[in-house]
């Protein structure tokens, strides 16, 4: 047997669950295991993306003792788009330049 740890984090609370379970359970085994799919309703189990010390891992990844599963929640926003918005905004602003993207020069 290994002890592992499964977590799910929200912004102002998080579910932090230490399980012991057989040699050579996957990472998808023990999260149903845990029962943490069913005290958190928030967590979509039909697609899952799970990592085991934040590292994105495959439900299939065999897990070691000690390791700790993370249930990963979705993108609000995609980091590029997100990015690029607030690069338009500081040009419109005065912030940057038009042309470059950089800093305006200071006159």
């Avoid at 993108?75 to 040009?91: C, H, M, N, S, Y």
Wanted: hydrophobic letters at 35%; aromatic letters at 4%.
């Amino acid at each position: 047997m290994i002890n592992v740890e499964v977590v799910f984090a929200l912004p102002t609370t998080a579910t932090c669950l230490s399980i012991e379970v057989p040699q050579g359970t996957t990472v998808e085994q023990a999260v149903i295991q845990s029962g943490i799919i069913e005290m958190c309703p928030e967590i979509d189990a039909t697609s899952l993306t799970l990592g085991v010390w934040n590292r994105t891992v495959k439900a299939n990844y065999e897990l070691k003792d000690g390791d700790r599963i993370e249930i990963y929640r979705p993108l609000i926003a995609d980091p590029k788009d997100a990015r690029r918005k607030r690069a338009e905004k500081a040009k419109e602003e005065g912030r940057a330049n038009k042309i470059t993207g950089g800093r305006p020069l200071e006159k």
